[in-house]
Nanobody, 119 residues
Framework: QVQLVESGGGLVQAGGSLRLSCAASGRIFSINVMAWYRQGPGKQRELVATITNGDLTNYADSVKGRFTISRERNTVYLQMNSLKPEDTAVYYC???????????????WGQGTQVTVSS
């Protein structure tokens, strides 16, 4: 089994910064794509950023230039700068994990961490 555990959420004023972390543990052979999603109050879950095992990144237009996704082995980070009240959401970590070399890839979610940006 694989677990994703997020940390780093909290309350911050507009214009401030936060850094989220997500550590994957358990039976892991390889992880291809790791990603951050978020779900704001009354909104659908949306993709924030992705990073491949080759460090190729992709961002939602709403966070480009403000957020940076990075990765170190089985941990993914999200550096969030110039935060806005509309960034308030529960942020979820997501990963495509292969537990053994000949096994298929499965998708896993973390439990989420709350980010609140006050105006």
């Amino acid at each position: 089994q694989v677990q994703l555990v997020e940390s780093g959420g909290g309350l911050v004023q507009a214009g401030g910064s936060l850094r989220l972390s997500c550590a994957a543990s358990g039976r892991i052979f390889s992880i291809n794509v790791m990603a951050w999603y978020r779900q704001g109050p009354g909104k659908q879950r949306e993709l924030v950023a992705t990073i491949t095992n080759g460090d190729l990144t992709n961002y939602a237009d709403s966070v480009k230039g403000r957020f940076t996704i990075s990765r170190e082995r089985n941990t993914v980070y999200l550096q969030m700068n110039s935060l806005k009240p509309e960034d308030t959401a529960v942020y979820y970590c997501n990963a495509d994990v292969k537990s053994r070399s000949l096994y298929p890839t499965y998708n896993y979610w973390g439990q989420g961490t709350q980010v609140t940006v006050s105006s």
